[in-house]
């Protein structure tokens, strides 16, 4: 069964540094998504990506931030100077067409830990 | 925006009860989804259910979209089936985007 994957699953990192979190979608999706969850929080929609471009994004989604797809397969979310309030799971999604419409498919996860 | 209410917050059951779950929304929806946030942080898709009933195994869900809520039974639940209980529903964002907009879960932790 085709599955939406994320590398690494855990990453610390130093507070400042900055940090790349990869996705590989299902195939023959066309729409990308990032979500986060802070500890015992709900998860939280970041940005939409779609025919290569951010289709939608959210108030935390600031110029911290950036998505790019940089070759057919990977989609990858850019975190710069990280701050310890980044810390959080971040899911990469991914659905045929937009996730209202469509069965959105989530990767498991990646715990990103900023000290 | 669309607001997603989840019922209740937390829930302990005894080895092989019954449970139900509830999730309410406030608008019409396109989409919705059920999601087991083990305790590891993963989620597992468990049912995408805009509407109408469906079962896998131990689990079966029912959305009446024109009510606004969905329902997840569990039965004779296992200590596997501990963790969080997300339903998320998809909004009528901008453009094609609906992204999902989500509760706060149910809590669930079963006892041996």
């Known amino acids: 069964e085709p599955e939406v994957t994320q590398t690494p699953s855990h990453q610390v990192t130093q507070m400042g540094q900055e940090v790349i979190l990869r996705c590989v979608p299902i195939?023959?999706?066309?729409?990308f998504y990032w979500y986060r969850q802070i500890l015992g929080q709900k998860v939280e929609f970041l940005v939409s990506?779609?025919?290569?471009?951010?289709?939608?994004k959210s108030e935390i989604f600031d110029d911290q931030f950036s998505v790019e797809r940089p070759d057919g397969s990977n989609f990858t979310l850019k975190i710069r100077s990280t701050k310890l309030e980044d810390s959080a799971m971040y899911f990469c999604?991914?659905?045929?067409?937009?996730?209202?419409?469509?069965?959105?498919?989530f990767g498991q996860g990646t715990r990103l830990t900023v000290v | 925006g669309i607001q997603v209410e989840q019922s209740p917050p937390d829930l302990i059951l005894q080895e092989g009860a019954n449970s139900t779950l509830r999730c309410n929304f406030s608008?019409?929806?396109?989409?919705l989804q059920w999601f087991h946030q083990n305790p590891w942080g993963q989620l597992i898709n468990l049912f995408y259910?805009?509407?109408?009933?469906k079962q896998n195994g131990r689990l079966s869900a029912t959305t009446v979209a024109t009510e606004r809520y969905s329902l997840l039974y569990i039965s004779s639940s296992q200590t596997t089936d501990s963790g969080v209980y997300f339903c998320?529903?998809?909004?009528?964002?901008?453009?094609?985007?609906?992204?999902?907009?989500w509760g706060l879960g149910t809590s669930l932790a079963v006892n041996p």
């Open positions: 259910i805009p509407s109408g009933t």
């Open positions: 999604a991914s659905s045929l067409q937009g996730g209202g419409y469509t069965e959105a498919f």
């Open positions: 195939s023959n999706h066309l729409y």
């Open positions: 990506f779609y025919n290569n471009e951010i289709s939608e």
């Open positions: 998320a529903v998809g909004s009528l964002g901008t453009g094609n985007n609906r992204k999902l907009i």
């Open positions: 608008d019409s929806v396109n989409n």
